[in-house]
């Protein structure tokens, strides 16, 4: 079992364990806010199981039907967890909206805001975690489970905000009032995660940043004195994987071996920067060349 798989079973385990802890600060004190927090964890634990889930479509190998393999999974499992995370948002913005006309007293506050600290301190370490791991392993459902815990963290910091002003103040309707501020802010994330996830099902470029160090590759690599240029680079992404294919330009006497052997060279020298890239190169004679766009290998 990988680095991914063990995070993505740990998720569900720390979101159990962190519901029961925010289901019991709702008991204890009876607060809206804290309620809807707990609630909330209902929805990271079911996207925790839809990442693990996804995790194991993704690594599925290329089939018939699935000649590009199954990557793109993970997408559709950050979008779902981007879909719940806006429905949870609307939930509170519901029960937030209850409360807001019928506010009321809470029992044993401290003890409910000290539990639910707890909880959120966990959570917040866990969606570091998840986050740089899942950044580092290239995992789009990782780094979305990540964020929609990051998101928790923040409602629970609002939510311990709105109730420890309620208490000083007496003022019980900033409990609900909080809780509303909270699911805007959940909503935003929301379709943050929804966003990030769309662009790589809509087969979106790889980062500037990337593309650069592919064309540096390129270019080095393909230096020869053989190959003329490279042109036509296009790039997606899919989970960890990146795929790039480019248009290589070499003389027209050039034979088939020799073209082959720079393709390779340059295909090793990608796998060794992008050691997830799946490359295609499409070699043509040279009044195949073109004026822009290109990268000047001669």
Not at 122 to 141: E, K, M, Q, T
């Amino acid at each position: 079992m990988n680095r991914v798989m063990r995070l993505a079973i740990g998720s569900v385990l720390v979101g159990l364990f962190v519901m029961a802890l925010k289901l019991a600060a709702w008991q204890v004190t009876g607060s809206l806010a804290l309620m809807s927090d707990a609630l909330e964890s209902l929805v990271n634990l079911a996207t925790a199981l839809a990442v693990i889930v996804a995790l194991k479509v993704a690594k599925r190998p290329a089939d018939d039907n699935h000649p590009y393999g199954h990557h793109k999974a993970e997408f559709f499992s950050a979008v779902l967890e981007g879909v719940l995370i806006v429905l949870a948002a609307l939930f509170i913005l519901r029960e937030a909206w209850d409360g807001l006309f019928a506010p009321r007293a809470m029992d044993a506050p401290m003890l409910g805001m000290t539990i639910s600290a707890v909880a959120g301190a966990i959570n917040g370490v866990w969606a570091w975690l998840l986050i740089r791991d899942g950044r580092r392993h290239r995992s789009p459902a990782l780094v979305a489970d990540g964020k929609h815990l990051m998101t928790d963290v923040i409602s629970s910091v609002g939510v311990l905000i709105g109730v420890a002003l309620a208490v000083l103040t007496g003022w019980w309707v900033l409990d609900p009032a909080m809780a509303v501020l909270v699911a805007l802010n959940i909503l935003w994330s929301g379709w943050g995660v929804i966003k990030g996830s769309l662009s790589g099902l809509m087969d979106e470029a790889v980062s500037d940043t990337e593309q650069a160090t592919i064309r540096a590759v390129i270019a080095d690599a393909g230096r020869d004195g053989v190959a003329l240029e490279a042109h036509d680079l296009r790039t997606r992404h899919a989970g960890p994987v990146t795929f790039i294919d480019f248009h290589l330009v070499v003389p027209g006497k050039t034979s088939v071996e020799t073209a082959h052997a720079i393709c390779d060279r340059i295909e090793a020298a990608l796998h060794d920067a992008l050691p997830d890239a799946r490359v295609t190169i499409h070699v043509e004679p040279e009044h195949k060349a073109k004026d822009s766009g290109t990268l000047n290998l001669s």
